[in-house]
């Protein structure tokens, strides 16, 4: 099966730095990569996805890159604010049974700092 | 705010109860999940559903029963739960095999339950 492993588990900026959070998954097969931000009592908010067939997608201060060879892709938020403080899972999979099979990285707890 | 709708937000329960937690979309997708999040810990899948059909169980203890009544609706059944079973559990949905390469999840704000 899927095996995604997210680093750093935990992250502090500067307001106004930017963040990078790096994730890595084990199968080829997988085509689909989304990003969730979670705040502490809700549950998990997509921010972004990208699919295998591109290899960066922006979204005003948020970006996301995917390199299919090395099995690496990675968010980028720049311009922090507090409010971008939260836990962020990335996730790696795609269609099985007519449903996303979706495999979680272990979370990034980002820290925005006054 | 989220699509997805989940009740109640907060349920405590015996191991001896029966209880439901519910879920409900108006987005027209066709595949909704149930996924199970431990604290500081990603969610983990637990049952896929297809057109109303479950499609994928991840081995998943019988004291947890999935039902689809119909293509907006998601519920998941609980019996003689263990304390271990206390997590949030959140409901998710998506389009359904549109297209060969993944559709974006939309997941609700859980169920936090509490089993003692």
């Known amino acids: 099966g899927e095996n995604v492993e997210q680093h750093p588990s935990t992250l502090s900026v500067q307001e106004g730095d930017s963040a990078v959070i790096k994730c890595t998954y084990s199968?080829?097969?997988?085509?689909?990569f989304p990003w969730y931000k979670q705040e502490l009592g809700k549950g998990p908010q997509l921010i972004i996805d990208?699919?295998?067939?591109?290899g960066e997608k922006k979204d005003q201060r948020i970006a996301v890159t995917l390199n299919k060879t090395a099995k690496h892709f990675s968010l980028h938020i720049t311009e922090t604010q507090p409010e971008d403080s939260a836990v962020y899972f990335c996730?790696?999979?795609?269609?099985?049974?007519?449903?996303?099979?979706?495999?979680f990285g272990t979370g990034t707890q980002l820290k925005v700092e006054l | 705010d989220t699509e997805v709708t989940q009740t109640p937000k907060h349920l405590v329960m015996g191991m001896t109860n029966k209880k439901s937690l519910k879920c409900e979309q108006h987005?027209?997708?066709?595949?909704m999940y149930w996924y199970k999040q431990k604290a500081k810990k990603p969610p983990e899948l637990m049952f896929v559903?297809?057109?109303?059909?479950?499609?994928i169980n991840e081995s998943v203890p019988s004291r947890f029963s999935p039902e689809c009544p119909n293509s907006s609706l998601l519920n998941l059944h609980l019996h003689a739960l263990q304390p271990e079973d206390s997590a949030l559990y959140l409901c998710?949905?998506?389009?359904?095999?549109?297209?060969?390469?993944?559709?974006?999840?939309?997941f609700g704000e859980g169920s936090w339950l509490t089993v003692v």
């Open positions: 990208i699919r295998s067939n591109v």
């Open positions: 998710a949905s998506s389009q359904a095999g549109a297209s060969n390469r993944g559709n974006t999840i939309y």
């Open positions: 996730a790696a999979g795609g269609i099985t049974g007519g449903g996303n099979k979706l495999t």
């Open positions: 559903y297809s057109y109303e059909k479950l499609s």
């Open positions: 987005m027209g997708h066709r595949a």
């Open positions: 199968d080829s097969a997988s085509n689909y």
